[in-house]
């Protein structure tokens, strides 16, 4: 069964720092472009950094620029959205989405990301507040 989970989520007072996990089963990771999505409160779902499968490439979105960081460990078929200087736009549940092939990145990076990639978690919620 193909499977993403995502953990680390919970509350943290503006200013702090959370790691999100995204763990897959099932397939591997190294060839898909992974992202990571979020949805606050009555907002439509936004991309907020992917990663390319192949030569690492990340892309965030402005408003986390200098503040989140994306990685992945192949080896433990896991990718992690490191988040620093959080404030409360930021509260969102966070999915980690996959997608398999050349174009998976370009997909990521596009308005059509949220919606479109192969894989899905449950998301995991994040709440920043004092």
């Known amino acids: 069964q193909l499977q993403l989970v995502e953990s680390g989520g919970g509350l943290v007072q503006p200013g702090g720092s959370l790691r999100l996990s995204c763990a897959a089963s099932?397939?591997?990771?190294?060839?898909?472009?992974i992202g990571w999505f979020r949805q606050a409160p009555g907002k439509e779902r936004e991309g907020v950094s992917c990663?390319?499968?192949?030569?690492?490439?990340?892309y965030y979105r402005d408003s986390v620029k200098g503040r989140f960081t994306i990685s992945r460990d192949n080896a433990n078929n896991t990718v992690y959205l490191q988040m620093s200087s959080l404030k409360p736009e930021d509260t969102a549940v966070y999915y980690c989405?996959?997608?398999?092939?050349?174009?998976?990145?370009?997909?990521?990076?596009?308005?059509?990301?949220?919606?479109?990639?192969?894989?899905w978690g449950k998301g995991t919620l994040v709440t920043v507040s004092s």
């Open positions: 989405a996959a997608h398999q092939g050349p174009f998976g990145f370009r997909l990521c990076v596009s308005a059509r990301g949220t919606e479109g990639m192969d894989y």
């Open positions: 099932g397939f591997t990771l190294d060839y898909y472009a």
């Open positions: 990663i390319n499968s192949s030569d690492g490439i990340t």
